[in-house]
């Protein structure tokens, strides 16, 4: 039988160990929520960037010899 002392003992050792799990667990949380918010603006700017190729690829010839020839004639 566990007398009293050992009892105490244990109990604090349960929770030390459990508080440092907890805290880990909630430091790399915030760190793969910053991973996260990285990436969803990395998508966002290439999502931007296929929208313009997109534009461009499908846009008549002729707007696009204007377009140029109007940056030329700056």
């Known amino acids: 039988m566990i007398n009293p002392f050992e009892m105490a003992i244990l109990i ?4 030390t ?3 440092i799990y907890i805290s880990r667990r909630s430091r790399n949380h915030g ?4 991973e996260t918010l990285r990436l969803q603006d990395e998508v ?3 999502k931007e ?6 534009r461009i690829a499908t846009d008549k010839d002729s707007a696009l010899s204007r377009e140029i020839d ?5």
């Open 12 to 15: 604090v050792l349960i929770v």
């Open 17 to 19: 160990v459990g508080k």
């Open 31 to 34: 760190e793969e929520r910053v």
């Open 44 to 46: 966002k700017q290439l």
């Open 49 to 54: 960037r296929i929208h313009v190729l997109e």
């Open 70 to 74: 109007s940056l030329r004639d700056r």
